[in-house]
């Protein structure tokens, strides 16, 4: 039987893996081919929320976490003078667009609220599955963004002394840094990175935006639980460790 209330029910999307988080309940982990369609990867993951006692209630706001493999942050150049944020959007979904080598009217794009120099973007046709499978569910989504922005949010980031984050997930690694100059720099690696390949390729590209290692932030978002991060991100708590 519904409730009548609504509850926020956090959802994250990788290559290869799906979680669901509703309130303090145990979080639903489901694993496919990277190759499976999308729907048949949601389908999966509702049905292994479904048996794991985790019902999804008519009317719950479904948050979608995209991970850096799906959703890579983009480094986007807003010229001098453009202050308007509604240009500045329009400026990243050309660079997009163009990054992604797709027409204007394929893609969503949104600017990073905390690092305007990043910027992120999907498919429209990612977004509509999304939006249909959540109506399937009687459920609302009210928001698709990608876990590395959900970490440039948190309190570890936003310290003075951060100039540069990576965000170490299951199926790529996310690197965002201030160039110095108002700006930000990102670059992405798809796929499972081992420790030694992370640490040289972060020397390397914090030597060349000619920033120090003491203010480059690294955290970790793992599939299982972690002692609560105390400056890591609110959502997904549980997930997040220092890397």
């Not at 409730?3 to 956090?10: F, I, K």
């Not at 949010?153 to 984050?165: F, N, P």
């Not at 003491?214 to 460790?241: D, E, V």
Request: proline share 5%.
């Amino acid at each position: 039987m519904w409730s009548v209330w609504s509850e926020t029910v956090d959802v994250y999307l990788g290559q290869g893996v799906a979680m669901l988080k509703a309130g303090a309940r145990e979080t639903i982990v489901s694993r496919s081919p990277a190759t499976l369609p999308l729907e048949r990867v949601l389908a999966k993951l509702a049905d292994n929320a479904a048996a794991g006692q985790v019902i999804l209630k008519k009317g719950s706001r479904l948050r979608v976490s995209l991970s850096g493999a799906w959703c890579p942050a983009l480094a986007v150049t807003i010229p001098e003078g453009v202050t308007r944020w509604e240009e500045r959007r329009q400026i990243a979904l050309a660079s997009a667009a163009r990054d992604m080598g797709t027409d204007l009217e394929q893609i969503a794009c949104e600017i990073d609220a905390v690092a305007p120099g990043a910027a992120a973007a999907i498919a429209l046709p990612m977004r509509e599955e999304l939006e249909r499978w959540a109506t399937q569910l009687g459920c609302r989504l009210v928001s698709v963004a990608p876990l590395w922005a959900t970490a440039t949010q948190s309190k570890l980031s936003r310290q003075r002394s951060i100039q540069g984050l990576l965000v170490i997930e299951p199926d790529a690694a996310t690197l965002i840094a201030s160039d110095g100059k108002n700006g930000f720099k990102t670059t992405s690696l798809p796929g499972e990175q081992d420790a030694a390949t992370l640490y040289a390729h972060s020397q390397q590209w914090l030597q060349g935006l000619g920033l120090e290692d003491s203010g480059f932030a690294r955290i970790g978002f793992g599939l299982t639980a972690h002692p609560p991060m105390a400056t890591g991100p609110k959502r997904w708590t549980g997930h997040w460790y220092s890397a």
